[in-house]
């Protein structure tokens, strides 16, 4: 097992990394609790012990599910059940529900605790951790939302076989977005230590930028195109492979703006194929329309804004040319 902290002072909390690490629910509950609402989905094939009193609360299914109709139910259930800020919500699933649980958490009572049990990769290695919550709306993902750390996390390699390949894959797109953010390596590392270093890379960009005042950024590596993507094809590719897509564009972009040069956006292709993943733009993209959207990317202020590699590292970078733009998503059809 392998014990991780995000370090946030007085709200520093532990991240259990290893196979069966959901048996320690238990021991990573806050003190006192006394009542826990367990939030997961009819497809979670994962149960846990709270060692507490505990209801099970059902959450929808899929991106559609994660909205503000859902996060009102949740609320509603919860205080019928009489839940107070004494007590702890334990989310158990991958980013849908700890997205969704964690932002009802942070709103309900004003905020009470929440624990993370990841049962996907991409859970594991980026949507538990760090503390960002939200829900979708119909005009883009995650538009609604709270910074709401958890009071812990729990990673259990263990419930990962049970992953259809596809979804398995999906937390692989997350993954080699960390290749290229200073873990050396990755694809070499057993399962169990490859999710502690994101994790540990992770713990320490929300430690030195919480709310995302800027290095924090760095995480989105990919994510432009990646959400892009996502909102044009309505979810019909998953999240890390939108991702893996956009790591691809953001290597060709940045091969364009002469911040990197050909051997490094090979190597973008080399770790991204190694994971199988989708290199190209899903057939039917209308490059107007992403640009289009990528300018309603949350990390856009002033005009399109991209995390991007370059001599110092990945970084924010602002990029005004249309004709880049374009011809990078060229680079990818
Ligand atoms: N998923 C990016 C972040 O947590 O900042």
Redesign the pocket.
């Known amino acids: 097992m392998i014990e991780l902290e995000v370090p946030l002072g007085d709200r520093s909390y532990r991240v259990l990394v290893g196979a069966g690490a959901r048996h320690r629910l238990k021991e990573v509950l806050p003190a006192g609790v006394q009542r826990v609402a367990v939030v997961t989905q009819e497809s979670i094939p994962v149960t846990v012990d709270p060692g507490v009193e505990h209801r099970v609360f059902i959450i929808g299914e899929g991106e559609h599910g994660k909205d503000l109709g859902t996060v009102e139910d949740l609320c509603r259930d919860w205080a019928e059940w009489g839940l107070t800020r004494g007590d702890c919500v334990v989310a158990v699933g991958g980013g849908v529900v700890t997205d969704t649980a964690g932002f009802a958490a942070a709103i309900y009572h004003r905020g009470i605790p929440v624990v993370h049990v990841a049962t996907t990769l991409l859970g594991q290695v980026?949507?538990a951790v760090?503390g960002?919550t939200g829900v979708n709306l119909p005009e883009g993902k995650n538009l609604v939302g709270a910074f709401w750390q958890p009071a812990a996390v729990i990673c259990d390699t263990d419930v990962l076989a049970t992953l259809p390949p596809r979804e398995y894959r999906n937390g692989q797109g997350e993954m080699a977005k960390y290749a290229f953010l200073g873990v050396d390596r990755l694809a070499d590392l057993p399962l169990e230590e490859a999710v502690a270093a994101c994790v540990a890379c992770?713990a320490e960009v929300?430690g030195a930028d919480e709310r995302?005042g800027g290095r924090?950024a760095i995480?989105?590596y990919g994510h432009t195109l990646g959400h892009a993507l996502e909102t044009a094809g309505d979810y019909d590719l998953r999240h890390g492979e939108a991702v893996a897509i956009g790591l691809i564009y953001a290597a060709e972009l940045a091969l364009r703006l002469g911040r990197v040069d050909a051997a490094r956006v090979a190597e973008h292709r080399r770790v991204v194929a190694s994971y199988d993943l989708p290199m190209n733009l899903p057939s039917g993209s209308d490059p107007a329309e992403l640009i289009a959207l990528f300018a309603r990317d949350k990390k856009a202020i002033n005009g399109i804004t991209f995390v991007l590699d370059g001599p110092n590292g990945v970084e924010l970078v602002e990029v005004i040319d249309q004709a880049v733009l374009l011809a990078a998503l060229e680079a990818i059809q």
């Open positions: 980026d949507a760090g960002k992770k929300v995302e924090r995480l989105n």
